[in-house]
């Protein structure tokens, strides 16, 4: 039975809460290298925490009824467009928000019958699952194997392309397109340049200032026409705080929804999303404010150290390499068996976040590099090497033989989840609540092994039955 027969206190509530946690991974100290952003400084944790709470039951639907979100948009809005070059903002519940907006906004604002977007293989999926809720047609493009950069040549735009696209940085490896000559060939052509800075925001302008070479990737860039910043991200705020930003305020209309067709209530939408709490928004607003411009230039001075220091140790260490040469605070580093490797490390409290091989880029290890990834750094990079030393002792992941063929040609659509769990079973995946933190060596080994079009079936289902 999912709901008591009567009320539970709260002393009860964060009890029960204590226990579904017991598993989870860590968000503070900097030993899970993705999903968190710690800056090491609980009063700013606890004051975003508070105003959160403060406005968790405003409703963002409508600003007319609580005017107090009007203006802390226009503040955080604000202070994103004085760091990337000006324009007209929207505040979202995230990266992928933002982006699902920018596309709209060019889709609707280009009006092509075939609307095809171009974008690097590098760029985030969002943009894929954009495009899939849209209606636009992906057309990607490689990257140099080398640098993992986008080139501006041979980009495949024609009279329907209605979006072209750039990332500062590329999550994979941390790297920045060419901005300034893709946003060129865009402009060129007659077409939008989205930049996607979710990870490299609000985390560029301060490693510039911290001394790091940074290209020019914002607004003021000619041909940019909108740009994209996670908050949740480097901004350290709480989850569920983006914003986009439009070089045109008449980009930024056609990024809204409004709708008279019935009788009801006024319907007018900045984003995706209608009823929303402003709570995102009171705790993004709180964090600027108690970090202000000195504390996030100390945290960007802190984490180009750290990275700094994370590559050099990581390519002091037998066998592996890191891929590229990040100008941001994302690293990626590959090895001979990388996924056995995340095992280790998992079993000795650290979280390295693998990524599969795709377009001729090797399968590796990804670590997003925080503010309070410094004060850890050296036992991280004792852990990778004493992981990597294990994993060559085991091994690579072993497969049963034929297994690889076998999921490739199961109809998995005609699996229930209890034979998909028997299959999981079969490799080593245990799910049952309470089993705690996975070994996925073999799960990432099948995976990389599936075209991409299996992955993503095996993926989904792998996600039905944990919520099953």
């Known amino acids: 039975m999912n709901l008591p027969e009567t009320g539970r206190s709260v002393e009860e509530l964060l009890a029960e809460v204590a226990r579904l946690k017991e598993h989870d991974l860590p968000v503070r100290g900097g030993q899970v290298t993705a999903y968190v952003y710690d800056t090491g400084r609980a009063a700013v944790h606890d004051a975003a925490a508070r105003v959160y709470l403060e406005m968790l039951e405003v409703n963002s639907l409508d600003p007319t009824a609580f005017p107090s979100i009007v203006e802390m948009e226009r503040q955080v809005v604000g202070a994103v467009a004085d760091q990337l070059g000006g324009g007209h903002g929207i505040f979202t519940s995230g990266g992928t928000e933002s982006i699902m907006l920018a596309v709209k906004a060019a889709r609707d604002l280009m009006g092509r019958a075939r609307p095809n977007l171009v974008l690097p293989v590098t760029a985030h999926p969002a943009f894929h699952k954009a495009a899939h809720y849209l209606g636009v ?84 860039v000619p041909g940019v026409t909108s740009i994209s910043c996670d908050l949740h991200k480097y901004g350290y705020a709480p989850k569920g705080a983006s914003v986009v930003l439009f070089k045109d305020p008449a980009m930024r209309r056609k990024a809204y929804f409004a709708s008279a067709a019935w009788p009801g209530y006024t319907v007018i939408n900045t984003t995706v999303q ?121 091994g690579p992941a072993v497969l049963p033989e034929g297994l690889v063929e076998l999921v490739a040609g199961l109809d998995l659509e005609a699996l229930d989840d209890a034979a998909f769990a028997e299959l999981a079973a079969a490799v080593g995946v245990d799910l049952r609540p309470g089993a705690g933190q996975p070994e996925l060596a073999v799960v990432n080994a099948i995976l990389d092994a599936l075209p991409v079009a299996h992955r993503e079936a095996v993926l989904v289902r792998f996600l039905s039955l944990i919520y099953a």
């Open 137 to 220: 047609e992906v057309r990607p493009v490689p990257v140099d194997l080398e640098t993992f950069r986008a080139a501006a040549g041979g980009l495949p735009i024609d009279e329907d392309t209605v979006l072209v696209v750039a990332s500062a940085p590329s999550y994979p490896q941390g790297v920045v397109d060419p901005v300034e000559e893709i946003a060129a060939a865009a402009a060129a052509a007659g077409v939008p340049c989205h930049v996607d800075a979710c990870v490299g925001g609000w985390l560029l302008p301060w490693l510039r200032e911290a001394g790091a070479k940074v290209p020019a990737f914002d607004l003021s």
């Open 274 to 394: 209608s009823s929303r709490s402003a709570g995102p928004l009171g705790g993004a607003w709180a964090t600027l404010q108690a970090l202000g411009r000195d504390g996030y230039l100390e945290l960007g001075r802190t984490t180009w150290e750290a990275v700094r220091r994370l590559r050099s140790g990581i390519s002091e260490i037998s066998g592996l390499r890191v891929l590229g040469e990040p100008e941001s605070a994302l690293v990626a580093f590959t090895g001979d068996d990388v996924f056995t490797l995340a095992d280790e490390a998992r079993a000795r409290g650290w979280f390295l976040q693998p990524q599969l091989s795709f377009a001729g880029i090797p399968a590796n290890l990804h670590i997003t590099v925080t503010g309070v990834t410094l004060a850890g750094v050296e036992a991280m990079l004792e852990v990778i090497a004493e992981s990597a030393a294990a994993a060559r002792r085991r």
